[in-house]
């Protein structure tokens, strides 16, 4: 019965990569963490304009979500992104969260923040939760004074690697949200392999989202009768998702 109802997670993969990329870079995380959620991998709307990163690595084409400068403070095609992406939303969901990898966590935390300051998405079911993996902060003060306004309410997890060179920015985006979770890593720029600790963090995480929401959608009188009952099944997911991946 727990595992009935997924949650839809729309995923936004990095520059100049593809949803199928991203789908098998989260591959390498345990099964078991992501089997509460219907996972979607679109591709980004413009085909890259240059050298990718994964080539020879992993099969064209590849897509990026915009463009920008050097310095990440000027950006080409992103209003036309991010209409592209809401549309997506509206037609292909409701979705309760985001993941993305850099380009794509970036876009996903822009995306809840306009959305929480009414600016888009406003025929959308608000984004409850979002996992970044190596984001940032757009650097436009026009953008920022809008998005980060306030505290992002939205649960938040946070991985950010030792040798990323998106350390740094990657902390200053879960500094937005107000109460993120960090997991840190020793890698770089990269999707992290999990080790056992961090998968105990992200299940537990995972388990607390989805008892947030079975308590929403319940009525009230059943919440009050029985809420020690679903803190004690949001502890024993997290559980058995550890015991599967000792197994």
């Known amino acids: ?42 591709d980004g709307q413009f085909p890259a304009g240059g050298k990718s990163d994964i080539e020879g690595i992993f099969p064209p084409p590849y897509f990026e979500w915009f463009q920008f400068d050097k310095d990440f403070t000027e950006y080409t ?7 592209y992406l809401c549309d997506y939303m509206v037609k292909n969901g409701p979705f309760d969260g985001l993941l993305g990898f850099s380009q794509g966590a970036t876009l996903s935390a822009l995306l809840i923040g306009y959305q929480a300051q009414g600016k888009v998405l406003n025929d959308h079911p608000p984004i409850k939760f979002m996992v970044s993996v190596s984001g940032s902060k757009f650097r436009d003060p026009s953008i920022c ?15 950010i690697g030792e040798k990323d060179w998106l350390k740094v920015p990657s902390e200053e985006l879960a500094s937005a949200f107000a ?16 080790d056992e600790a961090s998968v105990k963090q ?8 989805l008892e947030d929401l079975k308590n929403a959608d319940a009525p009230k009188a059943s919440n009050s009768e029985s809420s020690g009952g679903k803190d004690s099944v949001g502890v024993e997911s997290a559980e058995n998702l550890m015991e599967q991946v000792a197994a």
């Open 1 to 42: 019965m727990e595992q009935e109802k997924k949650l839809k997670v729309l995923c936004l993969h990095g520059f100049r990569t593809s949803g199928g990329f991203l789908k098998k870079q989260i591959s390498k995380w345990h099964p078991s963490i992501l089997q509460q959620f219907d996972t979607v991998f679109p």
């Open 77 to 83: 095609n992103l209003e036309e992104c991010i209409a």
């Open 145 to 159: 004074d809008v998005a980060y306004k306030d505290p992002i309410k939205a649960k938040s997890v946070h991985f």
């Open 179 to 194: 109460d993120p979770l960090i997991i840190r890593h020793p890698q770089g720029h990269t999707v992290p392999r999990l």
């Open 202 to 209: 992200l299940s537990e995480w995972s388990a607390s989202i």
